[in-house]
């Protein structure tokens, strides 16, 4: 992925826990913070679940390293601002960590068309 195709505008969404008395963990997804980003669609598949076919899209975005962005985790959600679609993070890694120019983007392997 060339790194000046950074096209979609993505938000990063945290969900926040609340204890909703009963002893039970809840809460929605809130917005964190957004960025501009690069999509990259890779090779999807289909999984039968409850004997009907769920389609998956895994994806790789890529956004430039920032103080929000180095706070990401796997519990996370990206939402494409422009189409909506949500993604599940499965990842994150630094493509260029062994090179000189480590620490500039992120590489997020993430997933729509599966539970988040």
């Known amino acids: 992925m060339r790194t000046s195709a950074l096209v979609h505008r993505v938000a990063f969404e945290r969900r926040a826990l609340f204890d909703d ?18 999509i990259q669609a890779r090779m999807g598949g289909e999984a039968v679940l409850a004997e009907r076919l769920a389609g998956r899209q895994p ?19 990206v939402r ?21 120019e480590r620490g500039r983007y992120f590489d997020i392997l993430a997933e729509s068309g599966v539970a988040i």
């Open 59 to 77: 994806v790789t975005i890529r956004v430039r390293q920032s103080t929000g962005a180095r706070e990401v985790t796997t519990d996370w959600r």
């Open 80 to 100: 494409d601002v422009r189409t909506g679609t949500l993604y599940n993070i499965r990842a994150i890694a630094d493509p260029y960590s062994h090179t000189a």
């Open 21 to 38: 008395g009963y002893g039970n963990k809840r809460g929605e997804f809130g917005l964190v913070f957004e960025a501009q980003a690069g």
